[in-house]
């Protein structure tokens, strides 16, 4: 497994990037933190509907999108909040699409990100069709698509990988191994050795970094990515990372987890080794980080309160957004809700 | 006017259509070299080359979302499920991904989509390629559905299928695929939505869907030779978007409706065009709304039973004459 910055924040290797780029992925981190944790909050107080939870999981998100140019495609899932809004998906179109509204799914111009898939595993499909245009236009952008272990049970990984080899097609694939689908453990999942190891069966490379070692993910995806862009075709990453909270705010993880692994799981937390990492070159404080706190705070607030102040979608757009142009079917359909 | 088999006319759709637009592509398993395998792709690798018509691995659904992903960044695409079977093995892709992609993004994004299947029985395949499940696609919102009965309407309909911003589920039915038609020379666009009345007639109506339509017509010219019963036969072409008003028109003037489906009895396209006309047109009605279907039954794979299981020009032509009687 690849990795540069070790749990203890002591360093590996000659980091790629500097004290500073560090710090600002750092502060991005913190930032997805801050909004997960409003998120949870948010739901429970009744004002989003289920929410799917990211924190541990913000040094593989924040690390590979850090690695995308900002035209790349990317797929994601509904756990990928922090490497869409690194992407450039905004949080408050997030929130309001949590809210319950599809106005939430839809970018600003110019934002490659898809809308999080709801399904598990469609996305890596659509990403493989959003290279194969990219390659029939003759750009190079790439696309990327993240996804969980638990996917990769799903056919369409087989399909979306197999496709895109044969293909040979400019796509990232980015298994977030959380180590649970749900409740159901990586170890029961496959009996595959490591899940990087299928990339073998479909003629392409598979590698595994340390999900939680943001700057070890942001090198790994960075060489994929520039793979894809030179025509070198698909690539496959695994990031070893894990799920600190629940499945989603209708489970209860100690149902089915251990609190040790949890724990041992802690202590590898993505932003505590960088945040060592920083303290010993000088380069984190306590008013630093709280300012940082702060200002991601204040940035999360404002957009819940953007998403919280658009008015309720209307009879006409339940019906108006169905096709281009509402059938003779659908308008009769809207007269009738409309009376 | 050429004289085209309705195989040639889907290929010359396609062709049309692509030779119009540049960066229209196609994609599906043995498409490209093998010219389909049922001959509706012939020529076209040699016209257009390996980047616009391209063989896929056996990966139902990874045609169809490669075929998503590639439309919503505005490159059109056409995609063929062999057998209209197979649709169940990316019913995903079709039912949760690409019919409601434009919705979930609040109308943004657009999937210029066509995805061409082969459709129907009375070709002996046997219940696991035999279907007609256009009433899966049909009960799908989200989607447009259409099955053209004749060589022109196919390339009509190809084009205006391929010309629509929104995904179209096109279904060719494999045992028209060797009936002869004339086609205009010239470019051919229909509109979706548009039924056609390919018999006019006073005492009935009978509405019919691709192999049903030449069945239905051949049962009129009896039940007037025969019996002195007038029949008016719409081919449907589009369900969705659904001619209603042509339908209802009909209706107004001949007071009853017979529907043709190869579609199994239960939720069959002809029990909505029931519905919609006992609603709307109840009070025009002098008699009961007839389907005539397939029973609810597994296409069978004998002769025999196939032929008496999907509906004949005997059946259409028996049930007009006694209920009318």
């Given at each position: 497994?690849?990795?540069?910055?070790?749990?203890?924040?002591?360093?590996?290797?000659?980091?790629?990037?500097?004290i500073?780029?560090?710090?600002?992925?750092?502060a991005?981190m913190?930032?997805?933190?801050?909004?997960?944790?409003?998120s949870?909050?948010?739901?429970r107080?009744?004002r989003?509907?289920?929410?799917?939870?990211?924190?541990?999981?913000?040094?593989?998100?924040?690390?590979?999108?850090a690695?995308?140019?900002?035209?790349?495609?990317?797929?994601?899932?509904?756990?990928?909040?922090?490497?869409?809004?690194?992407?450039g998906?905004?949080?408050?179109?997030?929130?309001?699409?949590?809210?319950?509204?599809?106005?939430?799914?839809?970018?600003?111009?110019?934002?490659?990100?898809?809308?999080?898939?709801?399904?598990?595993?469609?996305?890596?499909?659509?990403?493989?069709?959003?290279?194969?245009?990219?390659?029939l236009k003759?750009?190079?952008?790439?696309a990327?698509?993240?996804?969980?272990?638990?996917?990769?049970s799903?056919?369409?990984?087989?399909?979306?990988?197999?496709?895109?080899?044969?293909?040979?097609?400019?796509?990232?694939?980015?298994?977030?191994n959380?180590?649970?689908?749900?409740?159901?453990?990586?170890?029961?999942?496959?009996?595959?050795?490591?899940?990087?190891?299928?990339?073998?069966?479909?003629?392409?490379?598979?590698?595994?970094?340390?999900?939680n070692?943001?700057?070890?993910?942001?090198?790994?995806?960075?060489?994929?990515?520039?793979?894809?862009?030179e025509?070198?075709?698909?690539?496959?990453?695994?990031?070893?990372?894990?799920r600190?909270?629940?499945?989603t705010?209708?489970?209860?993880?100690?149902?089915?987890?251990d609190?040790?692994?949890?724990?041992d799981w802690?202590?590898k937390?993505?932003?505590?080794?960088?945040?060592?990492?920083l303290e010993?070159?000088?380069?984190?404080?306590?008013e630093?980080?709280?300012?940082?706190?702060?200002?991601?705070?204040?940035?999360?607030e404002e957009a819940?309160?953007?998403?919280?102040?658009?008015?309720?979608?209307?009879?006409?757009e339940?019906i108006?957004?169905?096709?281009?142009q509402?059938?003779?079917?659908?308008l009769?359909?809207?007269?009738?809700?409309?009376? | 006017?050429?004289?085209?088999?309705y195989?040639?006319?889907?290929?010359?759709?396609?062709?049309?259509?692509?030779?119009?637009?540049?960066?229209?592509?196609?994609?599906?398993?043995?498409?490209?070299?093998?010219?389909?395998?049922?001959?509706?792709?012939?020529?076209?690798?040699?016209?257009?080359?390996?980047?616009?018509?391209?063989?896929?691995?056996?990966?139902e659904?990874?045609?169809?979302?490669?075929?998503?992903?590639?439309?919503m960044?505005?490159?059109?695409?056409?995609?063929?499920?062999?057998?209209s079977d197979?649709?169940?093995?990316?019913?995903?892709?079709?039912?949760n991904?690409?019919?409601?992609?434009?919705?979930?993004?609040?109308?943004q994004?657009?999937?210029?989509?066509?995805?061409?299947?082969?459709?129907?029985?009375?070709?002996?395949?046997?219940?696991?390629?035999?279907?007609?499940?256009?009433?899966?696609?049909?009960?799908?919102?989200g989607l447009?559905?259409?099955?053209?009965?004749t060589?022109?309407?196919?390339?009509?309909?190809?084009a205006?299928?391929?010309?629509?911003?929104d995904?179209?589920?096109f279904?060719?039915?494999?045992?028209?695929?060797?009936?002869?038609?004339?086609?205009?020379?010239?470019?051919?666009?229909?509109?979706?939505?548009?039924?056609?009345?390919?018999r006019?007639?006073?005492?009935?109506?009978v509405?019919?869907?691709a192999?049903?339509?030449?069945?239905?017509?051949?049962?009129?010219?009896?039940?007037q030779?025969?019996?002195?019963?007038?029949v008016?036969?719409?081919?449907?072409?589009?369900?969705?978007?659904?001619?209603?008003?042509?339908?209802?028109?009909?209706?107004?003037k001949?007071?009853r409706?017979?529907?043709?489906?190869?579609?199994?009895r239960?939720?069959?396209?002809?029990?909505?065009?029931?519905s919609?006309?006992g609603?709307?047109?109840?009070?025009?009605?002098?008699?009961?709304?007839?389907?005539?279907?397939?029973?609810?039954?597994?296409?069978?794979?004998?002769?025999?039973?196939?032929?008496?299981?999907?509906?004949?020009?005997?059946?259409?032509?028996?049930?007009?004459?006694?209920?009318?009687?």
């Amino acid at each position: 497994m690849f990795s540069l910055v070790n749990p203890d924040g002591t360093v590996r290797d000659r980091l790629p990037i500097s004290i500073e780029e560090t710090k600002s992925l750092y502060a991005d981190m913190v930032e997805s933190r801050v909004y997960d944790h409003k998120s949870m909050a948010l739901q429970r107080q009744g004002r989003i509907a289920t929410y799917a939870p990211f924190e541990g999981q913000e040094g593989a998100q924040i690390g590979a999108a850090a690695a995308l140019r900002s035209d790349d495609w990317v797929a994601g899932t509904y756990r990928d909040a922090a490497l869409m809004w690194k992407a450039g998906y905004p949080w408050d179109l997030m929130v309001l699409g949590r809210t319950g509204d599809e106005r939430g799914g839809a970018p600003p111009e110019g934002v490659n990100v898809l809308p999080a898939c709801l399904t598990v595993g469609g996305h890596m499909i659509h990403a493989v069709g959003l290279a194969w245009a990219e390659k029939l236009k003759g750009s190079d952008r790439i696309a990327f698509t993240s996804f969980g272990d638990g996917a990769t049970s799903e056919g369409d990984f087989h399909e979306a990988m197999n496709f895109a080899a044969v293909y040979e097609l400019p796509v990232v694939f980015f298994c977030q191994n959380n180590q649970f689908a749900i409740s159901y453990p990586r170890s029961e999942q496959t009996r595959s050795q490591s899940i990087a190891a299928k990339a073998e069966g479909y003629g392409m490379p598979g590698v595994q970094v340390d999900g939680n070692d943001v700057i070890g993910v942001l090198t790994t995806v960075t060489e994929a990515v520039a793979g894809a862009r030179e025509g070198e075709g698909p690539s496959f990453i695994e990031a070893i990372t894990y799920r600190m909270g629940p499945h989603t705010t209708a489970d209860d993880p100690d149902r089915y987890r251990d609190d040790t692994d949890a724990e041992d799981w802690a202590a590898k937390d993505p932003l505590l080794r960088v945040r060592l990492l920083l303290e010993k070159a000088g380069g984190w404080s306590p008013e630093w980080q709280a300012e940082l706190e702060s200002t991601a705070g204040e940035r999360i607030e404002e957009a819940v309160a953007t998403a919280e102040a658009v008015a309720e979608p209307t009879v006409g757009e339940m019906i108006g957004r169905v096709f281009a142009q509402p059938t003779d079917a659908l308008l009769a359909q809207l007269a009738e809700a409309e009376e | 006017m050429a004289e085209l088999t309705y195989r040639e006319a889907v290929a010359a759709g396609i062709a049309q259509e692509m030779r119009r637009d540049p960066s229209l592509v196609m994609l599906g398993e043995d498409v490209a070299a093998a010219g389909g395998v049922f001959k509706t792709t012939v020529g076209l690798l040699d016209e257009f080359g390996p980047d616009r018509v391209r063989d896929t691995p056996i990966s139902e659904q990874a045609i169809l979302g490669a075929a998503m992903g590639a439309s919503m960044t505005g490159v059109p695409v056409i995609a063929e499920i062999m057998f209209s079977d197979f649709l169940a093995v990316c019913w995903d892709m079709i039912a949760n991904e690409i019919a409601k992609s434009r919705y979930m993004t609040d109308g943004q994004v657009s999937f210029p989509l066509v995805i061409r299947t082969a459709n129907g029985g009375a070709a002996r395949f046997g219940a696991q390629h035999s279907q007609s499940v256009e009433n899966w696609a049909m009960m799908i919102p989200g989607l447009k559905v259409v099955a053209p009965s004749t060589p022109a309407d196919t390339v009509a309909l190809m084009a205006a299928a391929v010309r629509d911003p929104d995904p179209v589920i096109f279904f060719e039915h494999k045992s028209l695929f060797a009936t002869k038609g004339e086609v205009p020379e010239v470019e051919v666009v229909g509109r979706l939505g548009e039924a056609s009345i390919v018999r006019e007639g006073s005492d009935a109506t009978v509405a019919a869907l691709a192999l049903m339509v030449p069945r239905a017509l051949e049962a009129a010219d009896r039940l007037q030779q025969e019996e002195g019963i007038s029949v008016e036969v719409i081919d449907v072409r589009s369900l969705v978007p659904l001619d209603t008003k042509t339908l209802l028109a009909s209706v107004e003037k001949t007071s009853r409706l017979f529907t043709v489906e190869e579609n199994p009895r239960l939720c069959g396209w002809g029990a909505e065009l029931i519905s919609i006309v006992g609603e709307e047109a109840f009070w025009n009605l002098d008699g009961p709304l007839v389907r005539i279907t397939t029973p609810h039954i597994p296409l069978p794979a004998a002769a025999s039973l196939e032929d008496l299981a999907i509906p004949s020009v005997d059946r259409i032509y028996e049930t007009v004459k006694s209920s009318l009687r």
